[in-house]
């Protein structure tokens, strides 16, 4: 059993560290795109008419998805105070406790994001904008983004278990 869990923590890391990759590559496109735009502008050939409403889906999409690659790098925001000021052997205890409760949490947030993205998808609801992708598709962005966090919650519960009184610090250089 733990050579498949490894072999899926490795598979699931490959994974948030393509979805990384894609939102890095998505930012860096609009950060081409928007000048071009201006420039387009400038020069009365037109404009991209779908491009502030492409960029809010783009970040929408790329910050929910990434979300786990973020905690998987130890690099989202949380206070340590209490954790560091207590014994190693409480603070492993305290930390694999939060990662459960995290886990749960998101579990739960995904299962109201499925039933929310089934609710529109049925409804078949679009929003007030000019693209107009249906939203059930953005609710299940959210719904896959709280699987992936719960997935990277336990995996973290799993790997606090294994070390040996190291508590998890981030490799991200914050």
Same mark, same amino acid.
């Given at each position: 059993?733990? &050579?498949?869990?490894?072999?899926?923590?490795?598979?699931?890391?490959?994974?948030?560290?393509?979805?990384?990759? *894609?939102?890095?590559?998505?930012?860096?496109?609009?950060?081409?795109?928007?000048?071009?735009?201006?420039?387009?502008?400038?020069?009365?050939?037109?404009? *991209?008419?779908?491009?502030?409403?492409?960029?809010?889906?783009?970040?929408?999409?790329?910050?929910?998805? #990434?979300?786990?690659?973020?905690? +998987?790098?130890?690099?989202?925001?949380?206070?340590?105070?209490?954790?560091?000021?207590?014994?190693?052997?409480?603070?492993?205890?305290?930390?694999?406790?939060?990662?459960?409760?995290?886990?749960?949490?998101?579990?739960?947030?995904? /299962?109201?994001? *499925?039933?929310?993205?089934?609710?529109?998808?049925?409804?078949?609801?679009?929003?007030?904008?000019?693209?107009?992708?249906?939203?059930? /598709?953005?609710? &299940?962005?959210?719904?896959? +983004?709280?699987?992936?966090?719960?997935?990277?919650? *336990?995996?973290? /519960?799993?790997?606090?278990?294994?070390?040996?009184?190291?508590?998890?610090? #981030?490799?991200?250089?914050?």
């Amino acid at each position: 059993m733990t &050579a498949f869990l490894d072999r899926f923590e490795a598979a699931f890391d490959r994974l948030n560290l393509v979805i990384a990759a *894609l939102v890095a590559v998505s930012i860096g496109l609009f950060t081409l795109l928007v000048p071009l735009d201006l420039f387009l502008r400038k020069l009365g050939w037109g404009n *991209l008419p779908w491009l502030n409403e492409g960029a809010e889906y783009a970040l929408y999409i790329g910050v929910f998805l #990434s979300s786990a690659w973020v905690l +998987s790098k130890g690099a989202h925001v949380r206070v340590d105070i209490i954790i560091a000021a207590l014994p190693d052997k409480a603070a492993k205890g305290l930390e694999r406790a939060l990662d459960l409760a995290g886990a749960v949490l998101c579990g739960l947030l995904c /299962y109201f994001g *499925l039933t929310g993205a089934i609710g529109e998808f049925i409804a078949e609801t679009l929003p007030d904008k000019d693209l107009r992708i249906p939203n059930w /598709y953005m609710l &299940a962005v959210f719904a896959i +983004s709280f699987a992936l966090l719960a997935v990277e919650f *336990l995996l973290r /519960y799993r790997r606090a278990g294994r070390e040996s009184g190291a508590k998890v610090i #981030s490799d991200a250089g914050f």
